[in-house]
């Protein structure tokens, strides 16, 4: 048995998922620059990155996309303390 999805996608499905295969890893890569960018615009002005350092919030934006450069702009770029008042 053959249990490669791609083998039972027809011909347009194929280069369908391929596109969004392909979106998607451009996504993560323009993510990922704009956190490292970001992180180092950070530094540069003296602040620390919370968690784990620069890059490696890049690498982790780059494996996990949008979601990872969510989670770093809230930690990094939401002001907590005028949220409560």
Not at 14 to 20: D, K, N, R
Request: hydrophobic share 60%; aromatic share 12%; glycine share 10%.
């Amino acid at each position: 048995m053959d249990f490669n999805i791609m083998s039972y996608l027809s011909g347009p499905m194929q280069t369908m998922a391929l596109v969004i295969v392909a979106i998607n890893a451009i996504l993560h890569l323009i993510f990922a620059g704009a956190v490292a960018k970001d992180a180092g615009q950070f530094s540069k002005v003296g602040g620390k990155t919370y968690l784990v350092s620069g890059i490696t919030w890049a690498f982790a934006t780059l494996v996990g996309g949008v979601f990872v450069a969510v989670v770093y702009w809230v930690l990094h770029h939401v002001n907590f303390a005028r949220l409560q008042s």
